[in-house]
Nanobody, 125 residues
Framework: QVQLVESGGGLVQAGGSLRLSCVASTRTFSSSVMGWFRQAPGKEREWLAAIRWGTGRTYYADVVKGRFIISKDGAKNTVYLQMNNLQPEDTAIYYC??????????????????WGQGTQVTVSS
């Protein structure tokens, strides 16, 4: 069982930035995809970004394109989400997830095998 541990959430003012980190407890293979999701109260869990571990190719949901950047550090087995120009509507619990490679998909939550416990991001106006 893979453990994913997120960190970096917190309270920030509108227009500010945060960087989330997610460390995987086991090696991430090149066929894996790491993704970030968020869930606001009363809403569905929403896909935000993904990165293919082997190639580094990235994908973004329209809602965060141009503001959020996903990246990885293979040596640290860590994926990051740099979030810029945060707005109150970005307030949510943010989760990282790992697709171990059985599926080539990246935006559908059902292709992810492992999930972190989440980290709260709150943006004040």
């Amino acid at each position: 069982q893979v453990q994913l541990v997120e960190s970096g959430g917190g309270l920030v003012q509108a227009g500010g930035s945060l960087r989330l980190s997610c460390v995987a407890s086991t090696r991430t293979f090149s066929s894996s995809v790491m993704g970030w999701f968020r869930q606001a109260p009363g809403k569905e869990r929403e896909w935000l970004a993904a990165i293919r571990w082997g190639t580094g190719r990235t994908y973004y949901a329209d809602v965060v394109k141009g503001r959020f950047i996903i990246s990885k550090d293979g040596a640290k087995n860590t994926v990051y989400l740099q979030m810029n120009n945060l707005q109150p509507e970005d307030t949510a619990i943010y989760y990282c997830a790992k697709n171990r490679g059985q599926s080539s998909g990246y935006s559908d939550r059902t292709v992810y095998d492992d999930w972190g416990q989440g980290t709260q991001v709150t943006v004040s106006s």
